[in-house]
């Protein structure tokens, strides 16, 4: 018989060691500064985190896409958030899923090629100056990134530089990543790029915040 008392234990444990390593990348990461190496990103996109935590229809919803919108992604991952976005924008739009690191890039133009997803463009690129015109694009989002990049208001900039005027920059952030930051940090790297907030979902160490530019 299963021994409901040992597997709480464990989920505990499991819980313990995951705040722990968390800390300590956090303070690794106060002195030295490294972006998570790709093989890492595929720990963190797990099935318990896309069903419990981060849900991707969620993410879906809250960015109110629509048909033919052109999306940018800042640091994919695996692209499991990536795929649920370009689903929704079919069938004339696309997701640029842009990231500094080729290993990134590589690994999800494979995936794309295996699947047959043919809206999905990866690409490497740098978020501080990002390879795309002003105002041509719907949607930005990043998931469990942004804070991981050294200057995120730097990084916002590029986002309203490329945004549409109707546009939304959407972040969405988890406790325990080791970059976690609470939301109204978040909301003040936002409105010192110029952004306003239009939404805001989820709750203290799960949440999603939607930006718009701010009018005049
Ligand atoms: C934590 S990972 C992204 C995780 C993924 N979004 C997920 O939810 O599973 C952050 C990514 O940001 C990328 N990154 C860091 N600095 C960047 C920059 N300046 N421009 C573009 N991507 C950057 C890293 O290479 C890394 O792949």
Known sequence: MLDWWLVL?????????????????????????????????QLIDNPVRRRLVQRPDLLVERMQLKPGMIVVEIGPGKGNYTKAVAEKILPRGKVYAIDIQESVIERLKKRIKKEGITNIVPKIDNAYKLSFADESVD??????CLPEIPEPVKVLRECHRILKPDGLVCLC???????YPRRKTEKRWAAEAGFELRQEFGNWFIYQLNFGKRSG
Request: charged share 15%.
């Open 9 to 41: 234990q464990w989920i505990l444990i499991g819980f313990l060691i995951l705040l722990a390593l968390s800390f300590l990348v956090r303070i690794i990461r106060h002195y030295y500064h490294f972006p998570i190496p790709a093989f890492f990103t």
């Open 173 to 179: 952030e988890m406790f325990p990543d080791p970059d």
């Open 139 to 144: 949607r930005v989002f990043a998931m469990a």
